[in-house]
């Protein structure tokens, strides 16, 4: 599998990703199987494999720390805090107080005595970004972590962040996690330029939208739709914008020799800001039949067809990308007395 630098880390990683938020309560409750499809993913060439604290409430640290545990030299291991951990307010966002609880606890549970990757999982509006800076910069300075970065940041706190820690002459932000598929189309006009102007990593995770671009005939049945039905309706108008560019992409794909969820990972790889692309399964069986799409390359002829179907910078559910919004829209605090 070919490799990619990770921004400005320096760090060679895989341009497809194991992300493990799948393994644990939230997905594969079995930690044997788990822990086989992790070594299945290490054996096909994927080096960087992404969890989080939050996912199965630390089970999937535990399942990935037991999967690595005999091969972590070979593993870029990322990780990322701040989503909330707990109904205590200070077991979330990103003061320095939680930052350095959370490493330790999830060091701990991954086995590991440092991450090559730490992530603020969303960005935190009540806390100072120099404040996360310095703290994250420190753990830097003590080699708990070798290198953090941000995830599901807009584009302006993005340069907030960069021009921040250059005032303040503390390290940075060098990696950025974002939502990116067919069907999620808004980074491009904004975030990617940006992280390209700043030399940042980047790791997109969602490629085939949640599994709208699985080629499964029913989605209504998958383990997603369970937790999010209304999400997986055709009979809404943007179900059903879905749905039809569903149809002409799957034709596409056929036409190209290859399947959809393989055609949607090959469109995330080939965009130039993208250094990685996450792919989260659940079963062997759906690991196997992603892992070809790390060797097909689309030409721009297959690229320009799928620009008519969904255009660059746009996408089919606006409801698809959370937590991607400026705060002075999504927080009413900041737009109400």
């Known amino acids: 599998m070919n490799r990619r630098i990770l921004g400005g880390t320096g760090i060679s990683v895989s341009e497809l990703s194991l992300g493990a938020m799948m393994f644990g309560a939230m997905g594969n409750p079995d930690h044997e199987d788990s822990v086989r499809i992790i070594h299945s993913a290490l054996d096909a060439g994927i080096n960087l494999i992404d969890t989080a604290d939050v996912y199965s409430a630390g089970e999937s640290e535990e399942i990935v720390g037991t999967a690595i545990r005999d091969r972590r030299d070979d593993v870029v291991l990322a990780s990322k805090f701040g989503l909330p951990m707990g109904t205590d307010p200070n077991q979330r966002g990103a003061s320095r107080r939680w930052i350095i609880q959370s490493v330790e606890n999830s060091l701990r549970r991954l086995g590991t005595d440092h991450l090559d990757l730490y992530q603020l999982h969303r960005p935190d509006h009540d806390t100072d970004v120099a404040e996360t800076l310095s703290a994250l910069s420190d753990l830097v300075q003590a080699g708990k972590i070798r290198a953090f970065g941000s995830s599901m940041f807009p584009a302006e706190t993005i340069v907030e962040a960069q021009w921040a820690a250059e005032r303040r002459s503390t390290h940075r932000f060098l990696t950025e996690q974002l939502m990116y598929s067919i069907f999620t189309r808004r980074p491009e006009a904004s975030v990617f330029p940006v992280t390209q102007r700043h030399d940042l990593g980047v790791l997109v995770f969602s490629p085939l939208n949640g599994g709208w671009l699985s080629g499964r005939a029913d989605l209504t049945s998958s ?24 149809g002409k992409l799957s034709a596409l794909a056929a036409e190209a020799g290859m399947t959809l969820p393989q055609l949607a990972i090959a469109f995330a790889r080939a965009h130039p800001a993208v250094t990685s692309v ?13 892992l070809p799409a790390a060797e097909f390359d689309l030409s721009g002829d297959v690229l320009d067809r799928i620009d008519e179907i969904v255009p660059p910078g746009t996408e089919l559910d606006p409801a698809d990308n959370y937590n991607a919004t400026p705060p002075a829209i999504e927080h009413p605090h900041l737009r109400r007395r």
């Open 223 to 246: 383990h997603r739709a369970s937790t999010r039905p209304n999400h997986y309706d055709p009979t809404t108008v943007t179900g059903a914008a879905k749905a039809a560019a569903v």
């Open 278 to 290: 996450l792919i989260g399964p659940r079963t062997q069986e759906q690991l196997d039949s992603l």
